[in-house]
Every structure is written in C-alpha cells, then in structure tokens.
Nanobody, 124 residues
Framework: QETVAESGGGLVQAGDSLKLSCVAS????????VGWFRQVPGKERDFVAA???????AYADPVKGRFTISRDNAKNTVYLRMNSLKREDTAVYYC??????????????????WGQGTQVTVSS
C-alpha cells in the first residue's frame, strides 16, 4: 500500500522550534515531489513549502526565513524544520506527494498522496 504519514507535531510556545517528518511507505520517494500544507478550521488548505525530486525548494511568504524543507531519500522521508514559531502557525500540517513532475509543486490539486495530518499548536 502506498502511503505518506506525518509526525512531529505538538504544543510549543511562540519562538520555539519543531521538526515535522513525512515518511513514505510503498513509494520510492526519490522520484516524488513533496509538499507541506496547513489548514485551520473553516479555512482552505494553504501551501507552506515544497521540494522537488532534485531538491529545489519553494516557500510561502509567511514562512520564508523560518521554515526549511529537506529530504533524505535513503530514509524515504521529507522534513519540515520550523523555527521561530508564531501563534499564527497553529494548524494541522499535511504532507503530500506526486510522482514524475518537474520542479516544485505548490498547487494542492496536483498532489496524489496525502497524509492524515499532524497538529501543531503554538501558544503565546
């Protein structure tokens, strides 16, 4: 079965850091573009960061300079390092994957595999 699964969320204080992981099973992650998205209740799922199969990256403006996306293909894992967290970063974070595309993918509609999400809560 082909799946992706997020982990690493939690409750932190403003200014703290967290590192989320997205682990793939049944997929050879090296061939996939991967993205991180986040969603709060009542709002659409928003793009956060993306990485291409060859490690080009893109970030949403609100997280530029604070978040870093990276991949370890040997571990079939993509990470999202989040520094200097703010209350407005509170959301459910999802990772998604799509195979055989060039470049980074920021559009949710292009992704095929989605995880179940991990909650990140930032308190002030």
């Amino acid at each position: 079965q082909e799946t992706v699964a997020e982990s690493g969320g939690g409750l932190v204080q403003a200014g703290d850091s967290l590192k989320l992981s997205c682990v793939a099973s049944g997929l050879t992650f090296s061939s996939y573009a991967v993205g991180w998205f986040r969603q709060v209740p009542g709002k659409e799922r928003d793009f956060v960061a993306a990485i291409s199969w060859d490690s080009n990256t893109a970030y949403a403006d609100p997280v530029k300079g604070r978040f870093t996306i990276s991949r370890d293909n040997a571990k079939n894992t993509v990470y999202l390092r989040m520094n200097s967290l703010k209350r407005e970063d509170t959301a459910v974070y999802y990772c998604a994957a799509v195979r055989w595309v060039h470049g980074v993918v920021t559009d949710t509609s292009r992704y095929v595999w989605w995880g179940q999400g991990t909650q990140v809560t930032v308190s002030s």
